[in-house]
């Protein structure tokens, strides 16, 4: 019944803009932190925002601050994060992720995962 499903990846250029969302079931948008992670090709599963259950706190990591922007509507029941001045460095599958605890900056505290959407950002 728990489900998170991702939309909004696409084949983009350097510098463009993007909005992915992540429609949740009721009870993990009104219960669960929520976030998302990215894995590009050869590399491990990585953090990238996280938000807090009322979204009054919010987390990046080192590489996006400053250009993305994650938020969520509750009454929605939907997760966005907005991602600006994209690079290639970017291009990866995004996960869109929630979790019981009070943060969620590391895989290890993920407890359900969407089923990603790619990115994809070109030189």
């Known amino acids: 019944q728990v489900q998170l499903v991702e939309s909004g990846g696409a084949l983009v250029q350097a510098g463009d803009s993007l909005r992915l969302s992540c429609a949740a079931s009721?009870?993990?948008?009104?219960?669960?932190?929520m976030g998302w992670f990215r894995q590009g090709p050869g590399k491990e599963r990585e953090f990238v925002a996280a938000?807090?259950?009322?979204?009054?706190?919010?987390d990046y990591a080192d590489s996006v601050k400053g250009r993305f922007t994650i938020s969520r509507d509750n009454a929605k029941n939907t997760m966005y994060l907005q991602m600006n001045s994209l690079k290639p460095e970017d291009t990866a599958v995004y996960y869109c992720?929630?979790?019981?605890?009070?943060?969620?900056?590391?895989?290890?505290?993920?407890?359900?995962w969407g089923q990603g959407t790619q990115v994809t950002v070109s030189s």
């Open positions: 938000i807090s259950r009322r979204g009054g706190n919010t």
């Open positions: 009721a009870l993990i948008s009104s219960n669960y932190v």
């Open positions: 992720a929630a979790g019981r605890g009070i943060k969620l900056t590391s895989s290890s505290m993920v407890n359900y």
